[in-house]
């Protein structure tokens, strides 16, 4: 919903089937605000996510992010907090190894629980000399839950628009909860201005405007 060629207030809704089949969605309003002063876009959004872990439970989670764009780089910033803070119990394993105490025989038996994760990230994005369709991204994030120490980690991301309507990005993120994964992410807008033939084009400041937020849409958890 645009309020103006230097405003913006909008809002997104995405649903997503999981690789498990599983539904998943988010709920954000924000707004972003052009100052060609300083020839800088200044935004703010907030978020309800659903998800579904692995093992079956479900997650909501409230979020808020902050971003500012610019020609050359780019800073945003985002945290999201749970709605419930509760374990959840994931059953029993009984414990193989037998011992001893006293008159009896006992097993260590070890009970697994699953909660969702409090996180938050930052990243900086810098444009790349001679593409002006490709910025790098990078930064540090951030998980912490009831049952576990604040654990940080690190993601780099490279996103490209590949032309008008295709964009597509790849992002490598490392920590000591999940070690190391990738992602990639491919994306094709349809609508009667976008230009599918015409790449690497670098855009305007207003055109960026209209730009998804970028965030991670999956809720973290770990048992």
């Known amino acids: 919903i645009g309020a103006g060629t230097d405003e913006l207030i909008f809002n997104n809704t995405r649903l997503n089937f999981t690789d498990r089949g599983e539904l998943a969605a988010n709920f954000g309003?924000?707004?972003?605000?052009?100052?060609?002063s300083i020839n800088r876009i200044v935004g703010i959004s907030t978020w309800f996510d659903t998800d579904?872990?692995?093992?079956g439970n479900r997650y909501d989670q409230f979020g808020i992010g902050i971003e500012l764009l610019g020609e050359n780089w780019d800073l945003r910033a985002n945290i999201a907090n749970p709605t419930a803070h509760g374990s959840n119990s994931l059953g029993t394993v009984f414990g193989?190894?037998?011992?001893?105490?006293?008159n009896q025989i006992l097993f260590n038996d070890i009970a697994l629980a699953e909660q969702a994760l409090t996180s938050a990230?930052?990243?900086?994005?810098?444009?790349v000399p001679n593409f002006p369709g490709v910025k790098v991204y990078?930064?540090?994030?951030?998980?912490?839950?009831?049952?576990?120490?604040?654990?940080?980690?690190?993601?780099?991301?490279?996103?490209?628009?590949l032309?008008?309507?295709?964009s597509g990005q790849i992002a490598v993120s490392n920590d000591p909860l999940f070690?190391?994964?990738l992602n990639v992410a491919v994306s094709y807008a349809i609508g009667a201005k976008w230009q599918p033939l015409r790449p690497f084009r670098k855009k305007t400041m207003r055109e960026r405007m209209f730009?998804?937020?970028?965030?991670i849409n999956r809720i973290p958890s770990r048992n």
């Open 29 to 36: 309003i924000g707004g972003r605000r052009f100052f060609e």
């Open 52 to 55: 579904k872990s692995d093992t």
């Open 96 to 102: 193989l190894t037998p011992f001893f105490q006293t």
């Open 121 to 127: 990230d930052i990243e900086f994005g810098v444009g």
């Open 211 to 215: 730009e998804q937020v970028a965030r």
């Open 138 to 161: 990078a930064g540090p994030y951030w998980y912490d839950s009831e049952d576990r120490e604040d654990k940080f980690g690190t993601r780099v991301r490279v996103e490209a628009y």
């Open 179 to 181: 070690g190391t994964t």
């Open 163 to 166: 032309s008008d309507a295709a």
